[in-house]
């Protein structure tokens, strides 16, 4: 089956650590995204990327990494200079029609962070 | 930049009660999409909307896009405990737009 998945499910981590979370798709989306969601609250796009070897900052991008070698994969960075880790990760990917802007998210199960 | 609004941030219903969130921009939209995440989940893709005054069904839910294309609406007939998430509009850009969703609880 198509999808995107996740990598860890659970994830924990001392303060001044940086971590990698990874995703990977397998439906040949040419877009990816990462999101951050806090308890509660909506979500907030951190880093995009259209195709591959190209990324764009999104509204909360400081703190955070990405790349994007391969259509497939577009892992997320988060390092010790982001102040407040602890969330949940969202990535998604769409076929990325961006110029009628009708690009459905397919997500994956998410990964959660916890600084300790 | 473009945003939509969405309201209520939370609703709390009886089950068996009706549930309507709405979703408002400024600017008119080419499209709107909705997504539902329930709890310890992640958002699903539900439907999209392009027409002006499109309505669309799905079981229990009837969605709709506004005849100026600037707002829509998700309403669910007869709430059950499965529909206890939070829904997300969406609206078009580079990347999506999304609304702050709206949390519903059923109470049984």
């Known amino acids: 089956d198509g999808g995107i998945t996740q990598s860890p499910k659970y994830l924990f981590r001392k303060e001044g650590q940086n971590v990698t979370l990874s995703c990977e798709q397998n439906l040949n989306h040419d877009a990816m995204y990462w999101y951050r969601q806090d308890p509660g609250q909506g979500l907030r796009l951190i880093y995009y990327s259209q195709i591959v070897n190209d990324f764009q900052k999104g509204d909360i991008a400081e703190g955070y990494s990405v790349s994007r070698e391969k259509k497939e994969s577009f892992p997320l960075t988060v390092t010790s200079a982001q102040k407040n880790p602890t969330a949940f990760y969202l990535c998604?990917?769409?076929?990325?029609?961006?110029?009628?802007?009708?690009?459905?998210?397919?997500f994956g199960a998410g990964s959660r962070l916890t600084v300790l | 930049g473009q945003q939509v609004m969405q309201i209520p941030q939370y609703q709390h219903v009886q089950e068996g009660e009706d549930f309507t969130t709405y979703c408002n921009s400024s600017t008119t939209l080419s499209n709107i999409q909705w997504y539902k995440q329930r709890p310890g989940g992640h958002p699903v893709f539900l439907i999209q909307l392009v027409k002006s005054g499109e309505v669309k069904k799905q079981k229990r839910l009837t969605f709709q896009f506004g005849e100026a294309k600037k707002n829509s609406s998700l309403h669910i007939t007869a709430t059950q405990t499965t529909d206890v998430g939070t829904y997300f509009c969406?609206?078009?850009?580079?990347?999506?737009?999304f609304g702050k969703g709206t949390r519903l609880s059923v109470i049984a």
């Open positions: 969406a609206g078009p850009g580079t990347p999506l737009v």
């Open positions: 998604a990917s769409s076929d990325g029609t961006f110029v009628s802007g009708a690009n459905v998210l397919t």
